[in-house]
Every structure is written in C-alpha cells, then in structure tokens.
C-alpha cells in the first residue's frame, strides 16, 4: 500500500512539473512576440468602453421610470426623419454646380525682385505706384513723394513686413521688411512689395479646369525712381487646360539711358503680362502660380542664354518693353541683377474675405544673389557649382552608432519596439523563475524513487 501510495505521489508531482513547464514556455512565447500581446492588450481596452456605454445605455430606459425619460425613445425616431432630407439634397446639389461667379477676387504680385531692388543711379530705386503717374513732360525726373500713391480705386500697393502684407509707406520704398536700408543693386536684398487688385469679377469652373477673371484699375512700375516707367491697366486672368495667362493693357514713355533727353508717349498696348504652366482650381480659395521664366527665348533682344539664371517674361512684354527703352530689366542680359529678373509667384484669391497663405517674399525665386540663385529648374553643372559642393562641410555624423542603427531600422522595427518598452531583457527575467521551479519539482520527484531505506543510507552518509 505505502509503495504505491509513493507511486501516486511521485505521478502527481511529475504532472505538476510538466503544467509548470508549460505554463513557462508559453510565457515566453507571449513575452517574445509583444506586438500579439500589446494588440491583445489594445482590443480589450477599446472594447471596454463600448461594452460600459452600451450597458450604460441599456440600464438608463430600465432603471428610469420617470414619464421625462420616457419620452425621449419618441424624440430619437422624430429627429432621424429630420436629417434623412438633408442626406438626399447634398447628391443633388453636386450636379447643379457649375461655373462660380466670383465677384471680389484679388490679383497679389510683385514681378520681379528687380522691381524691388535699389537702382544703379545714385539714391534711386525700383518700386510700384497705385494709380497712374501723370507725363512728366521730359525724361530723367525723379517721382516726388506727394506724386507717390499707396492706393487709387482697387488698386493698393503693400509690402511684406516679415509675417504678412501691410499698407506701403514712402519710406519703405528704400528698406528691407526688417527696416534695414536696401543694399548695392547686386547685395541681394528687396524692398518686397507687391501691388494689389481687388474686386475682380468674372467666372470659376473648378470640374471643367476653366477660369476667367477681371480687373479694372492701374498700377505704375518704376525704375530709377520714376526715370523710367509705365503703366499696368486692367488685367485679365485665363485658365484652362490646366495653364494660364494673364494679359494687361501697358502704357508708358519711350526713354533711354544713352539719351536721357529722350521722352516720347508709347501708344498702349495688350501683353501677356505671365504664362502659369500649372494652376490648380480645385481649392476653392484661389491659388498662387509660379510664372514661366527658366529657359524661356525670346527674340528682338540679345538675350544671354546660358546660365542660372537664364529667361525672360513673355515675348509681347519684352516687345513692349523694347519700345519703352528698358527691355533689359526683364530678361537675362548677362548683367551682374540676372538673377533678380526671375519672375515671382502670383496670388489669385477667388474672394478678398477668405485668401489663400501669401507666399514669403524670402521662398521666391530670385531671392538671393546672382551665384545662388534657386530657379524652378534646376541650373546646369558648371565650373563654379562643382567647385561650391567640393567645398561644402560633411554632414554632422550621429552622436552615436546606436542612433544611426535606430534610424536605418524600418518604420516597421521602430513601431515594434515602442509596443515593448522593457525590451528581450525584461521577458528573460520574468520567464527564469518558472524554469527554477520545475527543475526543483522534478528533483524531488526522483528523490522520491528510491525506496526508504536508500534513502536513509544516503541521508545518513551525508
């Protein structure tokens, strides 16, 4: 009896090593794949709040009994009817909409950053002027502030302070938005301002890729303050096809830096004032364009066409321009100021009260010096960009190797680890105890084998 009695124990014993053992190793399996468990984990605790609002719910109608509460499983079906017309209108209007009428649109740009930059003629500069400027009569007379206008009708002249457009001053003419005076003519540094149409009207076909926008008034652009001049009147804005245009009617004075006795009325004329490669209508705002310019030919001109900074505005302007005196402000001539004849980005807000984010005078082409100029294409190698990238410093490297394993692992990797904070190390200390403890257990079972006096004999040599 006693020896079987000490079989039993020994089978028992075995059976409850064998469970702990297994408990063990499934432990460690749950700890070595912790996106299973942290998935698990996620589950249960997203499916808790649902299962406590559905139950709280439930319990509300049961436990309520006040004729308040009854009420309100009548008001739920009334006000489901309500919104089901609302769902059925919204497909209908899609159909319906065709071409916006857009009654207040704006017409933001600055054209070039040499429409911004100091002149080369001692105390003159290059700046805008809302309105039309009167004859002066004869060539080589400089504007007179009270001349000057910041706004005539619709039409305003505003320059970027660092964080948005405000009102123009005289006085801002002659400095950068920090307020610095301007630097030489090639220091690279801008006035930044822009002229503005507002109240523009005309039509906005975002499905079919179309547009069409006008806008009365007139703004006057003038170099060497005002030596030099015409005048911008009621731009027209078509888009379709995914390009656009917009044209102008210019006028001016025929003058000349050979001849500054020179001064003759230029009769006006319609011109593409800039070519948009790609505008995109779908925002309903509006949007901003970056005008052709790179790599644009024109004739009638000895135009430089090698270059960074090689372009032009559009042929019909340039002609105008030849006509004027002052061509070789608005395409690459070979001058040291190529680089600040890069046309702008433009602005079209669809309406004045909801506008797109004006573009940062500092991220337009054309914004730095003539060896570092940034075109919307990219420049072609040359002796001097080579020898600028040979010069450049090596990339920092990492504090440690450790940071750039983390950062080569894939995206994958790194969501994996933030699962399991504590990491293989943690798992291994939380498994070793259940291999203890069955080592132990089986130990004792064998001891249990031997028969009574063996053991005796063995306890009693030791």
Avoid at 386 to 398: F, K, N
Wanted: aromatic share 8%; hydrophobic share 40%; net charge negative.
């Amino acid at each position: 009896m006693g020896e079987r009695l000490r079989h039993g124990t020994v089978a028992v014993l075995l059976v409850a090593a064998l469970v702990l053992l297994g408990v063990g190793a499934l432990g460690s399996v749950a700890r070595a794949e912790p996106g299973v468990s942290t998935a698990a984990a996620d589950e249960t605790i997203s499916a808790t709040p649902s299962e406590s609002a559905s139950a709280t719910e439930s319990g509300t109608p049961t436990e309520s009994q006040s004729p308040t509460e009854s009420e309100s499983p009548t008001e739920s079906p009334t006000a489901s009817p309500t919104e089901s017309p609302t769902a059925t209108e919204s497909p209908t209007a899609t159909p319906t909409a065709g071409p916006r009428l857009v009654t207040d649109a704006t017409f933001r740009w600055g054209m070039s950053n040499e429409a911004n930059n100091r002149a080369f003629a001692p105390d003159t500069y290059n700046f805008f002027s809302a309105g039309v400027l009167p004859d002066p009569g004869r060539g080589g007379v400089q504007i007179r502030q009270d001349q000057w206008h910041q706004e005539v009708g619709g039409v305003s002249v505003e320059k970027w302070d660092g964080s948005a457009y405000r009102p123009a001053t005289w006085a801002g003419l002659r400095t950068e938005s920090s307020g610095a005076p301007l630097g030489g003519p090639t220091a690279g540094s801008f006035s930044n301002h822009t002229f503005l149409f507002a109240g523009g009207s005309g039509t906005v076909d975002a499905a079919g890729g179309t547009a069409r926008i006008a806008w009365d008034g007139d703004v006057t652009v003038l170099f060497y303050s005002g030596m030099s001049f015409f005048i911008v009147s009621d731009p027209v804005l078509d888009v379709a096809g995914g390009r656009g245009t917009v044209t102008a009617t210019l006028s001016g004075y025929a003058s000349s830096q050979e001849n500054p006795d020179l001064w003759a009325a230029v009769a006006p004329a319609t011109v593409t004032l800039a070519t948009l490669p790609q505008v995109d209508l779908t925002d309903p705002r509006g949007f901003t364009g970056a005008p052709a310019y790179a790599g644009v030919r024109v004739t009638g001109v000895p135009q430089v066409t090698t270059g960074a900074a090689s372009g032009s505005f559009p042929q019909s302007f340039i002609d105008y321009q030849v006509r004027l005196g002052s061509a070789p402000f608005w395409f690459s001539s070979g001058a040291s100021t190529d680089a600040f004849k890069v046309a702008l980005p433009l602005t079209v807000d669809f309406d004045a009260a909801d506008a797109v984010a004006p573009v940062a005078p500092s991220t337009a082409p054309g914004s730095k010096g003539p060896d570092e100029v940034e075109n919307s294409a990219p420049p072609p190698p040359s002796s001097t960009t080579t020898a600028r990238a040979a010069a450049a410093p090596p990339p920092a490297a990492l504090p440690e190797a450790a940071d750039a394993a983390l950062l080569a692992r894939p995206a994958t990797d790194v969501r994996l680890l933030a699962a399991t904070p504590s990491g293989a190390a943690a798992a291994t200390e939380a498994v070793w105890p259940w291999w203890l403890g069955g080592a132990c257990l089986l130990l004792a079972a064998l001891c249990l084998l031997f028969p009574p006096a063996a053991r005796a004999a063995i306890t009693t040599r030791s």
